[in-house]
């Protein structure tokens, strides 16, 4: 097997990734265990699970969707979370690109909205770094949100309050705050409960090409925020 160069940390990711929320189940030396994915790419993940995991150990990693094999890391740092009681550990992949094209990974990142043409590219757009006022509207219901994350092909948003009954795949309008106000159409890829109280909401903008013009719009809007 192959194994994913990694990059120096002072360089930019040469692949895309996006924070998510991907439960998974873990085989280390024969052992299993339950973690989560919060970081993911072609390149490499970040992990978090409820044991700090050595530094170069293979790390088998498996999705939690029946029908895939697992995928085979390697792990090069591993500490405590700030804040909590668990642990984070980041790893590459000992598999090439050619074996991650047909293995979960690559499908879990077209679900959160990613296409194969955008996997490659460098990370050009505002991330995490917006308090934009924005509303969703779940199965008719509007509901008072913020934008925290705009990425490629999807959006980060936080309501103040938890949307009770919200569940993946849920299709939902999201409406931002914009001279010209925009509505795109989305999916929720996963929803989570802050300490705060208040709740994230991973969403996956529909593809069709009217939708993608309006998130190029508010892509463009924020760019241009940021360089002012």
């Known amino acids: 097997m192959k194994e994913t160069k990694i990059a120096k940390t002072q360089e930019r990711r040469i692949t895309t990734r996006v924070d998510c929320c991907y439960p998974v189940d873990c085989e280390l030396a024969g052992q299993r265990f339950s973690g989560t994915v919060t970081n993911m790419g072609l390149g490499g993940m970040r992990l978090l699970a409820d044991r700090e995991i050595p530094t170069d150990s293979s790390l088998q990693i498996f999705s939690q969707e029946a029908g895939w094999g697992p995928v085979a890391t390697r792990v090069v740092w591993s500490r405590e979370r700030t804040g909590g009681d668990d642990f984070e ?13 047909s ?13 194969s043409s955008s996997l490659y590219e460098r990370r050009r757009t505002l991330r995490a770094a917006t308090s934009l006022k924005a509303q969703l509207t779940v199965a008719g ?21 938890p949307i009770l009954g919200i569940q993946d795949r849920a299709a939902v309008t999201l409406e931002v705050n914009l001279p010209d106000q925009q509505s795109l159409l989305a999916h929720v890829v996963y929803s989570r409960l802050l300490p705060s109280g208040h709740q994230q909401h991973g969403l996956s903008f529909d593809a069709d090409r009217h939708n993608q013009a309006q998130a190029r719009l508010v892509e463009g809007y924020l760019e241009a925020l940021h360089s002012s």
């Open 89 to 101: 550990s980041g790893m590459v992949y000992r598999d090439g690109l050619q074996e991650l094209d």
């Open 103 to 115: 293995s979960w990974v690559k499908t879990a990142l077209q679900h959160l909205g990613f296409e």
């Open 141 to 161: 219901k509007p509901y008072a949100c913020i934008m925290r994350d705009l990425g490629l092909g999807g959006a980060l948003i936080e309501t103040p309050s």
